[in-house]
Nanobody, 131 residues
């Protein structure tokens, strides 16, 4: 079991930066691939970023590539999403997700961008970007 709690959301102006955090509890966090998703009003939840526990490899949606950075601190059981050059279209509820992967299997980017890959989800944190 992994429990996830997001924090750090808020209201910022376009062009600003914000970092959202995800605190994980429960065993096996160290062996979980982690992802960030977001859901804007009236839209489906979409993939944002993913980080592998075994290789540290990261993968991003095209819409955030070059602006967002996902990272993790296994000693603190934390995952972060640093968001720079924010745009109004980044406004959404941001969710942290965990995919336990104790064998360290390397999956495809298509796999990691699917909600179905993740077994555990946080409650989300609201990020609002004003123009």
């Amino acid at each position: 079991q992994v429990q996830l709690v997001e924090s750090g959301g808020g209201l910022v102006q376009a062009g600003a930066s914000l970092r959202v955090s995800c605190a994980a509890s429960g065993h096996n966090f160290m062996y979980a691939d982690m992802g960030w998703f977001r859901q804007a009003p009236g839209k489906e939840r979409e993939f944002v970023a993913q980080i592998s526990w075994r290789t540290g490899r990261t993968y991003y949606a095209d819409s955030v590539k070059g602006r967002f950075t996902i990272s993790r601190n296994n000693a603190k059981n934390m995952v972060y999403l640093q968001m720079n050059s924010l745009k109004p279209e980044d406004t959404a509820v941001y969710y942290c997700a965990a995919d336990p992967n104790t064998l360290g299997t390397i999956y495809t980017d298509t796999y990691y961008s699917s909600e179905d890959a993740y077994d555990y989800w946080g409650q989300g944190t609201q990020v609002t970007v004003s123009s």
